[in-house]
């Protein structure tokens, strides 16, 4: 996908962006800030330490030299020699004439005996260190006198001012220095990976999803970089997923539209036949035309219903509210009277229709019959509508394997086969091989998908090819589950109940009409107004199968199916009713139900129910 | 009220009796520096605080004794004369010329010392001179100009020998004895005079080992006290002198005690000293010094 997917906010300004009060900024002022103030503490702390250290060191100079001195002068002081003492304290400050401001040598009575300069310690400042130190006679022995040296720390003060003045020369040379490389490193490795990944973020607003972003490193934003890149990445393809689903939207729309034709076509055919029929029952001359004409309306509705069914079905797969319920039915049976359903539109076309069921005539296996009957109906429709001469042929099969076994349900024709270029999508729902206006064949596209995704509902599967010889070979294979061996269904005694049917429904209307499409079929029937008379009626009577209205008086239907199967009858049960939402349909089906049917019923689906339940669920 | 006066008269006559009788007794003694003046602090101390101790006792109230040191001899000599010294302690030769300034001194009492033989005039060993008369158109070394042995006895046994300086090659006064005992060991001068002790002391270590020419007798040291002092101090004084036998203070005195003296034992002296004259008739200006730097121990006095 070249195109680009947008040029949203195209417009925006591309000038370079200022960083002035931008983050770099902001982090170089709190570093200088930081950096400046911890500087200053620490040239503060070190003069502190250094003005500490070197006045200890003046101390200790004083005190070493007015040590010195009290030690060299005891022998003038014992003879008051004034004369040697004023020499010696004159030397003494004059050789030491930057550091000692004056010394005074005291007799132990207090008296000057000598001092230098004249006017000695008067200066008494906080600049000013006054040094005592004993005169002694020897260590430890007797005073003689007290030797006086005043220390100036001025010199020191000096010094120290000097080298505080260094220091802060130093020390903001290096400020600026480490101010410039930490600016330096800024730019390089924040302010233009940031750089980056401003135009990154703002190509992706623009829509340009190719370019990828460039390798930032392994730092933090290097990681946001590639994100970044991941995000673009995704982007990517979620347009090109969602440019994908807008073309198979436009088909499904395409689709749709062609479907609804289909629809449309194939419900106005019946419609009209119906419609033609209807005008010409009331001009029939004679009764042999008029039933010919009923006849022909009959199965333009069953047509119509039929349609309508599938197109439900369908529904309801799309929604994912497919009920299935495998029960313990002859799958052999039913494929045979799906066949026998599908043999008259064969022979119609000329076509030749063969069933092989093998030994699985009578042999039980637990599935959904009905969804059986679907998938099967839908491959035979499909074969006998495409197939123009030859034969349609079913097989059975009962597959065994180490998963268990499976059903297979094969449909194969002499027909001309799948286009190729058809294949990869005749699963979808609406679509046709000819979806043109001027198409040989009829259908609403509607089932293959349903007979796939029916067979999937089972645990199954469904496959179409070309045979080599011509001809399609559809192959459903269903999950099915073994059961017992069960003794012999007494076929006479199965017979003997299966003429009586009790019919259960509290409109008189509806009852005459259920009992005269039963009654047609050759059934035997006793009526019940409601639940209660249903549970009586079944008590004393054999009956075959009970057809249970839902909505009655004194007992409604749902009641009454729950108490007959606490009460352990088992024979089937087929609700009928006006209610056609699927949680009324699974509530019945919760109680106990074998079927549900929805009301108006044509007289041929409900002796087809009635004989499949019949046949699905043996005494 | 009459009575009352006399009564308070006599009671305070009584108490000032009795705090003059408490009145620390003060006494200065004066020496000079005849070598490192704290030596010499050091080496009197402990005499001077056995002699305070002694004195107090025969005073019978608190006395105290102190110690002034003076740079020079005269120094002493002059404060002796003039009353700022109570008490000194002086060589033989320095007693009789304050004696002779101011007669009015006394001797308290005397170094107990054999003072017979302890002076000499010593020469090498590998020298020719036997005779004091050898000595003509030598060189000689003496000591300290005030000194008894080292300068007055010795000039004057040089003089009975018929020894004049202007007979001599050249003398000079080299302060100490020890001093004087290398000169001659090394040859700067062919004798020279010095204490027994001095000669003892060095000889034995001696690489040119010295030999006495000649020996002479000395007087022992004074204590003497001031003119004007007290008589009862004076007594008291003495008894204390005499009665110091402490033995740390006498070995740093290096004496084994004090001993009455009177004054005509020193006539030795002075006719020595008058026979020095003859020696060196112009006693003054002495003759040339040798530079020293620090006064040592003199043992003669």
Avoid at chain 1, 177 to 190: E, G, N
Avoid at chain 2, 160 to 180: E, Y
């Amino acid at each position: 996908m070249d195109e680009v997917i947008a040029t949203r906010d195209a417009s925006a300004p591309a000038s370079r962006r200022s960083w002035r009060g931008g983050i770099a900024a902001r982090l170089l002022a709190v570093l200088l800030v930081v950096t400046f103030a911890l500087t200053l503490i620490t040239i503060l702390l070190e003069y502190r330490t250094e003005q500490r250290s070197m006045r200890e060191h003046l101390l200790s100079f004083g005190r070493s030299l007015a040590r010195q001195g009290a030690l060299a002068c005891p022998d003038a002081v014992v003879i008051f020699d004034e004369r040697m003492l004023k020499v010696f304290v004159d030397d003494l400050v004059a050789g030491e004439q930057f550091v000692v401001l004056a010394a005074v040598i005291r007799a132990e009575d207090g008296k000057t005996l000598a001092v230098s300069p004249e006017d000695g310690l008067q200066r008494d400042d906080d600049t000013t260190l006054r040094i005592e130190h004993p005169i002694l006679v020897e260590r430890g022995g007797d005073r003689l006198g007290t030797f006086v040296l005043g220390v100036s720390m001025a010199p020191m003060q000096a010094e120290l001012g000097a080298k505080w003045a260094r220091m802060l020369t130093r020390t903001s040379v290096g400020f600026l220095l480490v101010a410039a490389l930490f600016w330096i490193a800024l730019r390089l490795f924040v302010l233009r990976p940031l750089h980056r990944l401003d135009d990154a973020a703002r190509r992706l607003g623009r829509g340009e999803l190719h370019a990828p972003m460039e390798n930032l490193g392994t730092t933090e934003l290097g990681r946001l970089g590639r994100t970044m890149d991941a995000m673009r990445v995704n982007l990517l393809e979620n347009h090109r997923s969602l440019a994908d689903q807008n073309r198979r939207l436009l088909e499904l729309d395409r689709l749709k539209t062609q479907f609804l034709t289909n629809v449309s076509h194939e419900m106005r055919t019946p419609l009209i036949g119906m419609l033609g029929g209807v005008e010409l029952l009331a001009d029939a001359p004679d009764g042999a035309v008029r039933e010919e004409v009923a006849g022909a309306v009959q199965r333009s509705g069953e047509q119509l219903l039929e349609l309508v069914d599938r197109l439900l079905d369908l529904a309801k797969l799309q929604d994912g509210n497919l009920l299935v319920q495998p029960r313990l039915c002859r799958p052999g049976r039913i494929v045979r009277e799906v066949v026998e359903r599908f043999s008259e539109a064969a022979q119609a076309k000329g076509l030749v229709l063969s069933c092989d069921v093998g030994e699985l005539v009578d042999v039980e296996r637990k599935t959904d019959p009905t969804r059986l009957r679907q998938v099967l109906a839908a491959l035979l429709d499909n074969a006998i509508r495409f197939t123009q001469q030859g034969r349609v042929e079913v097989t059975l099969r009962l597959l065994q394997d180490g998963d268990g076994e499976r059903l297979e349900v094969a449909v194969q024709d002499t027909g001309p086969g799948v286009p190729v270029e058809f294949i990869p999508r005749m699963f979808e729902p609406f679509s046709q091989a000819d979806g043109s206006l001027t198409r040989e064949h009829s259908g609403a596209g509607l089932g293959l998908t349903m007979a796939r995704r029916i067979a999937q509902c089972l645990g199954g599967q469904l496959t179409v090819e070309n045979r080599v010889s011509g001809g399609v070979r559809a192959v459903a294979t269903l999950i099915v589950e073994a059961v017992p061996c069960s003794a012999p269904v007494d076929q006479g005694a199965e017979q003997a109940v299966a003429q009586r049917i009790l019919v259960v429904d509290d409109a008189p209307d509806n009852q005459r009409l259920l009992q005269a499409f039963l009654r047609k079929a050759g059934f035997e029937v006793q009526l019940a107004n409601n639940g209660r008379e249903a549970i009586d009626a079944v008590q004393t009577g054999n009956f075959a199968l009970v057809l249970m209205d839902l909505q009655m008086p004194v007992m409604d239907g749902v009641a009454a199916i729950r108490e007959l199967r606490e009460r352990c009858y088992t024979l089937p049960i087929v609700a009928l009713t006006a209610h056609a939402l699927a949680q009324d349909k699974q509530g019945c089906l919760d109680a106990g139900a074998d079927a549900y049917e929805t009301k108006p019923i044509a007289g041929k689906r409900l002796v087809e129910v009635v004989r499949e339940q019949i046949a699905a669920k043996p005494r | 009220m009459v009575r009352s006066m006399i009564w308070l008269a006599t009671a305070l006559s009584l108490l000032c009796q009795v705090a003059a009788s408490q009145t620390p007794v003060c006494v200065t003694f004066g020496t000079y520096a005849f070598k490192k003046p704290t030596a010499v602090l050091l080496q009197f101390k402990p005499v001077v605080e056995a002699l305070e101790k002694r004195l107090t006792a025969e005073l019978g109230k608190p006395a105290t004794v102190r110690v002034k040191v003076t740079k020079t001899y005269e120094e002493c000599l002059e404060g002796f004369l003039d009353g700022q010294f109570d008490i000194v302690r002086f060589g033989p030769a320095s007693y009789v010329i304050a004696k002779q300034r101011n007669p009015r001194i006394q001797i308290l009492a005397a170094e107990r010392e054999d003072a017979a033989g302890v002076g000499l005039i010593v020469v090498r060993d590998d020298s020719p001179f036997h005779e004091l008369s050898d000595l003509v158109g030598k060189r000689f070394a003496f000591g300290d100009e005030q000194s008894t042995i080292g300068r007055y006895m010795s000039q004057a046994e040089l003089a009975k020998a018929g020894v004049t300086s202007k007979q001599l090659a050249s003398h000079r006064f080299l302060d100490r004895h020890d001093i004087v005992f290398k000169a001659v060991e090394l040859g700067d001068f062919e004798a020279g005079a010095l204490h027994l002790a001095t000669f003892k002391d060095l000889n034995s270590k001696a690489v040119n080992k010295l030999r006495v020419l000649h020996s002479f007798d000395n007087a022992a040291k004074p204590w003497l006290a001031r003119a004007g002092m007290d008589a009862a101090l004076v007594g008291a004084l003495r008894r204390a002198l005499l009665a110091v036998d402490d033995t740390e203070a006498l070995k740093s005195l290096k004496v084994p005690g004090f001993v009455l003296a009177q004054d005509d034992e020193y006539e030795l002296v002075r006719e020595g000293m008058k026979l020095a004259e003859q020696f060196m008739p112009a006693v003054k200006p002495p003759a040339q010094r040798e530079p020293t730097p620090s006064p040592a121990p003199s043992k003669g006095g």
